[in-house]
């Protein structure tokens, strides 16, 4: 009997992951660092190891939900789309979408994700015509601790780390949210044709995104997805006083005056 080569399904997750990447790298161009392409592959395993019993019993992957024939307020047609995995067994159906956000902002962005699974929700039920039991969000992002964990020696800490970890927030169903949802994409659509494009005030931009602990602001984590940021007033003030703050800084520790070296150069002498 031939053995199996892939009994071990992290060896055909690091596989895979590496066929995956040498192809994304042909079509784009484009490589990642050996330090974030280490990042990508850690999420993916960690992933499997804490949502094994999850990510074992999936039945449907890739399932894609459309809602055609949508008319905004000015009259225009358009679609909304999405891709969820859904998970048939025990007589229940739940619906999964994974996202690579980490769990804290997805709590503290819930309305949102609300927004989103409760209109796939409608397609499936109503559309589809199919029995929905439950629905919630993997956010495949691991927390601070297990970051921490990776580096720490000790063999337990990352199991401890990964039994705090708690990637999956569920979604409840509410009908409501999918006519509010599809009027707001419609206004949005509307805006978009129309040209009208007001980009947020300065200090939106400034703000820090809610859930996230590395207090990254709304102009580097949203902006950075915008094709329009270079012809945005408010993206080009926020770059520039970035950049100031950032040459500040650099001028402050490349100062050759006494009082900078010595405050660089103290406690050197007490290292081993």
């Excluded at 974030?36 to 990510?55: C, E, F, G, N, P």
């Amino acid at each position: 009997m031939t053995e199996d080569p892939f009994n071990d399904i992290e060896d055909f997750i690091r596989q895979r992951f590496e066929e995956n990447f040498k192809q994304l790298c042909l079509e784009s161009g484009h490589t990642l660092t050996a330090d974030v392409k280490k990042t990508a592959l850690d999420q993916v395993l960690l992933y499997w190891r804490s949502m094994r019993k999850i990510a074992e019993r999936i039945t449907d992957t890739e399932v894609r939900l459309s809602l055609p024939g949508q008319r905004s307020p000015q009259g225009r047609e358009y679609t909304i789309e999405g891709v969820v995995d859904i998970l048939r067994a025990d007589d229940q159906t739940v619906m999964y979408d994974i996202k690579t956000h980490d769990a804290d902002y997805v709590r503290a962005n819930l309305e949102l994700y609300k927004q989103q699974l409760n209109v796939y929700a409608h397609i499936w039920q109503e559309l589809r015509g199919e029995a929905l039991d439950a629905m919630a969000i993997i956010a495949t992002a691991f927390p601070h601790a297990i970051k921490e964990a990776l580096e720490n020696p000790e063999p337990m800490a990352l199991e401890t780390a990964l039994q705090d970890w708690e990637p999956l927030i569920p979604i409840e169903y509410d009908p409501a949210y999918k006519d509010r949802t599809v009027l707001a994409f419609g206004e949005t659509v509307d805006r978009i044709e129309n040209g009208e494009f007001s980009p947020p005030p300065l200090e939106r931009l400034q703000e820090n995104i809610p859930g996230i602990r590395t207090h990254e602001r709304f102009g580097t984590r949203v902006c950075r997805n915008c094709d329009a940021r270079f012809s945005c007033n408010s993206y080009r003030q926020y770059v520039r006083g970035t950049s100031r703050l950032a040459e500040r800084r650099m001028s402050y520790f490349t100062d050759d005056q006494p009082d900078q070296e010595i405050w660089r150069t103290a406690g050197l002498d007490d290292l081993p």
